[in-house]
């Protein structure tokens, strides 16, 4: 059985360890260690990485009760140095630890429970039992829960009896066998976890709730703690400072010239549509045909829902006309074939010949039908497959 170094001090980052065992499995190679100061991944926190020897430890698993070190290539048998990524472990301790404030602050001022606790790359999340929480609530436990952090109180580790578990004020019932780990911030929190934390909560640093969204049933919060909350503000305060000079707008104003961007854009975007709308009407115009005769015309790269429309609108304008258009780009070709509304025929029936000189696929109806795909062809042949089988010549 490995012994955890981690548990006899969290902020331990290296130690020098004995390789025990070895192997491969689905993941990837493995060593196991007599010692580790390696944190599995489990109770939301991920595992540790970092180097034993000269090789890259990428994550670190508990199966079947024997930590895996899972590693870059296999570790032979041996003494190593082992090290840990600290600015990563501390930055895990610091988010975890302020996860205990958070739900602590949460149960205790607005009886809402923490059912499950994330911690990702970039932010960590609880869900909350909760429906719904509002503004008011949000900034309440965010200025509690900094100030429990500034009190700087100790965060401490024990291991107890189950039995004596079950005695004891815990915030929710144990979900391991055999004796419980429980970890303590004094006059706020007593909790069985089997995760890293600093030893006091001044080392959190700050915790900053960034945003709630509703998840299976309940509450979901987001939030981020010390270095990564400061990483966070940094970011902001990079960000507006940038919009500031493109907006030409102070911070307090940023969301009105936003605004008032927006709908500028959106005005420009609606004129633009509504000039593109009266190209392809006049465009359509100058198509226009005999009655009982084809209406004929290939294009390049031109996207195939403007051809589309543009066929609507031609044939809208000959009713008496017959149409096809092909786009061609590259060895992919896309057609739309029509008919106006007094032409005879069905443009559905000719569909199967025209997709035959393709490796695609199409549909329609009566009146309209297009298709495509890869094609070796020209638009030539499909303009004389389409005149045949129209039996025009």
């Known amino acids: ?123 960590v999340s609880i869900d909350l039992n909760t429906p719904s929480i509002d503004e008011a609530t949000i900034k309440a436990v965010e200025k509690k829960a900094n100030d429990v952090i500034r009190r700087h109180l100790p965060i401490e580790t024990e291991w107890v009896a189950k039995e004596q578990a079950k005695e004891m004020n815990l915030r929710k019932p144990p979900a391991v066998e055999g004796d419980i780990r429980l970890v303590s911030i004094e006059g706020v929190d007593l909790n069985a976890c089997g995760g890293t934390h600093p030893k006091n909560t001044a080392e959190i640093g700050l915790i900053k709730l960034i945003a709630d969204e509703k998840a299976k049933g309940g509450t979901r919060v987001y939030f981020l703690c010390g270095d990564r909350a400061m990483s966070y503000f940094q970011l902001l305060a990079e960000t507006s400072d940038e919009l500031v000079k493109l907006l030409n707008a102070p911070v307090k104003e940023l969301g009105n010239a936003a605004s008032d961007l927006l709908k500028e854009k959106a005005a420009n975007e609606k004129k633009m549509k509504e000039l593109h709308q009266q190209l392809l009407e006049k465009e359509a115009e100058s198509l226009a045909s005999e009655a009982g005769t084809v209406i004929e015309q290939i294009f390049h790269g031109r996207p195939i829902k403007e051809v589309q429309q543009l066929a609507r609108l031609v044939i809208a304008q000959n009713p008496g006309a017959y149409l096809l258009f092909i786009s061609m780009e590259g060895e992919d070709v896309r057609f ?36 495509g795909g890869k094609s070796a062809a020209s638009p030539e042949v499909f303009l004389e497959t389409f005149r045949k089988a129209l039996k025009i010549t």
């Open 336 to 371: 739309v074939g029509a008919k106006g509304e007094h032409a005879e025929g069905n443009m559905k029936a000719m569909l199967p010949e025209l997709l035959a000189l393709t490796d695609g696929k199409g549909g329609g109806n009566a009146g309209f039908v297009q298709g």
């Open 1 to 123: 059985m490995t012994e955890k170094l981690y548990y006899q001090d969290p902020e331990i980052k290296k130690a020098t360890v004995q390789v025990i065992g070895n192997g491969q499995n689905g993941i990837g190679f493995y060593a196991i260690l007599d010692q580790t100061c390696f944190y599995p991944e489990g109770g939301g926190q991920p595992g540790d990485i970092g180097k034993i020897g000269e090789i890259q430890v990428t994550d670190v698993q508990t199966v079947d009760g024997e930590i895996l070190h899972y590693t870059e290539a296999l570790i032979p048998y041996g003494q190593y140095e082992a090290e840990i990524d600290w600015k990563r472990r501390y930055d895990h301790m610091q988010q975890h630890a302020g996860q205990h404030v958070l739900s602590a602050v949460f149960d205790d001022f607005h009886q809402m429970k923490t059912t499950s606790f994330h911690l990702g790359e970039e932010r």
